[in-house]
């Protein structure tokens, strides 16, 4: 496949130098996690519906997790998956842990902090990973209300 999308063209590489190919389904699958937004399973599984069956999401995400194409956002006992820094511009997250709800954050004090602390330290960074976890807008208003003020 010439694809004369970069980021086609990079998934191809990333493919190829672990010997697989690049398929239909694989193709499918990169494109329904290409809107930028991290998804849950069932939101990817609804994306596919009628394009591809369950198993061969599953086993894409889990190939695709292991060649580093996708990361899994864990949040309790749930997780979310989006393309890699590989694929989309470096980020962290906010993750509502009521609603499951999660916000790309793009911070480039914090990211002066991490190289900051890893060269204080006499560490080499490779790679890092904020999560920041607690309540979003919408839960933490919901969770002001109080029963007596909707009486009212």
Avoid: W
């Amino acid at each position: 496949m010439n694809s004369s999308n970069g980021s086609e063209t990079r998934l191809e590489q990333v493919l190829a130098a672990n010997g697989n190919s690049i398929t239909r389904q694989r193709l499918a699958v990169f494109k329904a996690l290409s809107g930028g937004e991290p998804i849950s399973m069932r939101q990817l599984i609804d994306k596919l519906e009628g394009s591809l069956d369950r198993v061969s999401i599953y086993r894409t995400v889990a190939l695709f997790e292991r060649l580093g194409i996708l990361v899994r956002l864990v949040s309790g006992f749930k997780y979310k998956v989006e393309l890699s820094d590989s694929f989309n511009p470096h980020h962290h997250h906010l993750n509502c842990t009521q609603c499951g709800k999660v916000i790309d954050m793009n911070a480039e004090e914090l990211e002066r902090h991490i190289r900051d602390l890893a060269k204080a330290n006499n560490f080499t960074l490779i790679a890092h990973q904020v999560e920041i976890q607690g309540k979003c807008a919408e839960c933490t208003k919901l969770e002001t209300v109080r029963p007596s003020s909707i009486m009212d």
